[in-house]
């Protein structure tokens, strides 16, 4: 599928655009990889569904918080942050960068990304993608 590749090219033009990129990856919003650059050491579907789940609950705790539409989430850790945010109607951009980045060069950089991606999968079913993943065995 030529989008896929296009995909894939595009998230490698992210990593290498967005300062300090350890990972990253294309998920939909059910928890399954579209596509990414893991370390092996990393069981992507775990952070997929993990990520989609992180996603849902700052999306709600947003909505009970009156602090309007989800944008972006940031997990601080000791070694890194995780940004998560949407890209399009369908799926979810999650980079994980180091700790000594810049991070609002870092969030600016994510959602100039994730605007990308949700303009290269308008009007492409993320279950395709999904599907297609899986077929040629991830």
């Not at 030529?2 to 655009?17: G, Q």
């Not at 940004?83 to 060069?105: C, F, Y």
């Amino acid at each position: 599928m030529a989008r896929t590749e296009e995909l894939r090219n595009l998230l490698l033009s992210i990593r290498d655009e967005v300062p300090g990129v350890r990972a990253l990856a294309v998920i939909s919003y059910d928890g399954f990889v579209i596509e990414s650059f893991m370390p092996s050491s990393v069981d992507e579907d775990l952070m997929a569904a993990m990520g989609s789940s992180v996603l849902s609950i700052a999306e709600r705790m947003g909505i009970d918080l009156g602090l309007g539409n989800f944008e972006l989430g940031i997990v601080a850790g000791a070694d890194g942050y995780l940004l998560l945010t949407k890209a399009g109607e369908e799926a979810i951009l999650m980079v994980l960068v180091n700790k000594d980045v810049k991070l609002g060069v870092a969030l600016y950089s994510v959602k100039k990304a994730a605007n990308k991606v949700a303009k290269l999968l308008e009007g492409i079913p993320v279950g395709e993608l999904v599907a297609s993943r899986w077929a040629e065995g991830a």
